[in-house]
């Protein structure tokens, strides 16, 4: 598997308040992503980031920023979290082919 | 729109017998196929791909099949093991994007 570790693994915040989850890679990849798992959903995409400080909207963006300061990072932004954005986050890398490979996720519930 | 259809939302499957998954799609601009195995608390796990120019491609146990004028792919574990249950995603992408598109996920289980 890819090394592709996620921080925090949990969290719980309030409404309103800004959340940033982190991402963190060591298989040098250039292409990152943000999903959101949720019931009836299947995954779904956030943004993505297709090199260092290249990053575009996903089908579920709004609510959210990333930013992509060097290859290995990629954190995702809830501006001022809503109860909506309740879910459980994960962040993938690409790799030589189309496959991606999924970090473990972080379970975010906002109150 | 759902782009990639996983209708069944959970299977039910003998161990030894053959779980068979199946996955619909509607853009013919789709050229790669993955499933995707997932258990509870944990990512999602690449498990086998199949290239639009294929209709099958075998990996131990997992064998994807890809009917390319229906729309549709299938993905047959045999023999299927207690091990396997957990849920499955169907994906597919095409060579313009950057994202994969998934399937809202069908749960199986494999009693002994």
């Known amino acids: 598997d890819a090394g592709i570790t996620q921080s925090p693994r949990h969290k719980v915040t309030e409404t309103g308040t800004p959340v940033t989850l982190r991402c963190h890679q060591t298989e040098n990849h250039r292409y990152m992503y943000w999903y959101r798992q949720d019931p009836g959903h299947g995954l779904r995409l956030i943004h993505y980031s297709y090199g260092v400080k290249d990053t575009d909207k996903g089908e579920v963006s709004d609510g959210y920023s990333v930013s992509r300061s060097k290859t290995e990072d990629f954190l995702l932004t809830l501006e001022s979290a809503t109860s909506s954005q309740t879910s459980v986050y994960f962040c993938?890398?690409?790799?030589?082919?189309?496959?991606?490979?999924f970090g473990p996720g972080t379970r975010l519930t906002v109150t | 729109d759902q782009q990639v259809k996983q209708n069944s939302p959970s299977l039910s499957v003998q161990e030894g017998r053959i779980s068979i998954l199946n996955c619909d799609y509607t853009?013919?601009?789709?050229?790669?196929f993955l499933w995707y195995k997932k258990y509870p608390a944990e990512g999602p796990t690449f498990l086998i791909s199949i290239s639009s120019i294929k209709d099958k491609n075998e990996d131990g146990r997992f064998t994807v099949f890809l009917n390319k004028s229906a729309k549709h792919l299938s993905l047959h574990i045999v023999p299927s093991q207690p091990g396997d249950s957990a849920v499955y995603f169907c994906a597919a992408n095409s060579n313009s994007g950057y994202a994969l598109n998934f399937g809202k996920g069908t749960s199986l289980l494999v009693t002994p």
């Open positions: 993938a890398t690409q790799g030589f082919e189309y496959e991606q490979y």
């Open positions: 853009n013919s601009m789709f050229d790669y």
